[in-house]
């Protein structure tokens, strides 16, 4: 265990505990007695008041003016703290500056080597953020607002390929992070059911004097699961579903939004779905055609089957069209009757 971690331990000990004495201390971290003092002059050095008591009675403790003292990390801790901040930030976390201040209150608590191993150890990790219009920031912060709030929200909101956006007012009920994007899912007033709204496409947000009450114990990320269970065909029977094919390509099958909820197993060559048969003889045939001769589908043999037809299909469609090059003889020049 490395020495900073070592003192640590000895100091929830101490914290945790009346009075130890060196040796105890020494027994417990698998250090020797001299390693102990050495760590208490160090920690009474970095103001912590550490006492050692000699005598029959005696032994090592923290004065009770210590219990208000800030929590403690060790490099682990530390490490993990840091690189969860990157994923935040690379996530859009509309609260980034505030875990910053956080995380430099942390840092700077640390003496200079703790805080060149602390850099060491998060410097092979790194997030690359994903381009998002400057107003998701806010928006997320309004929208998590207006949810603890429970307060109806109006926003302008422009769909897929829409020309322009439209006007509607929804209940939000929380956020939700899927796919590299952030989603509101709210009661829509205008449809009268929950929906999911993609943030980056709201031009337009302003709070209403309306109140609302949150579905108690409700998820966001419990809704995205129902929302792909609703889309199933039926109850029907299930089927196993192998596909084979290169890490990446299979990284792109199982992170499909519909698909990765019937992930049951996954290699490095191989993964394996169950799903009812109903739905994926309506919807995978034609996803999985996409991938061409990337992967290989290794059962059922009823979904072999269909799509070794939908390829037939294709084909021949293409070989009952005329060639566009034969037709060129009969388009007349320009000037020529």
Known sequence: MAKWDNMLSMLWMLRSERKLTAAQIA???EISVRTVYRYIDALGASGVPVVAESGHDGGIRILESFKETPLF???AELKALVDASKFAQGAGYPYTEVLESALKKVENGLHEEQR???ALQTSGLDVIS???PPSVVPMLRDLEEAAKDGRTVRLAYRK???EQADEREIDPYGLAYDRNEWYAVAFCHRSQAVRTFRVDRIERLEPTETRFEKPERFSASAFFRDQSEREREAEGPLAIIRIEGEPDTLNAVCGHWHMRHYLIERTDREARFQLDVPT???YLPAYLMT???AIRIREPQDLRRRIREMACEIAEHYEREPDPSSLTKFVKKPGVR
């Open 73 to 75: 990390f060790n490099s």
């Open 291 to 293: 991938f061409g001769t």
């Open 116 to 118: 060149h191993e602390l």
């Open 160 to 162: 897929a390929n829409a």
């Open 280 to 282: 994926m003889n309506k």
């Open 27 to 29: 027994d417990r971290l």
């Open 130 to 132: 994903h381009a998002r």
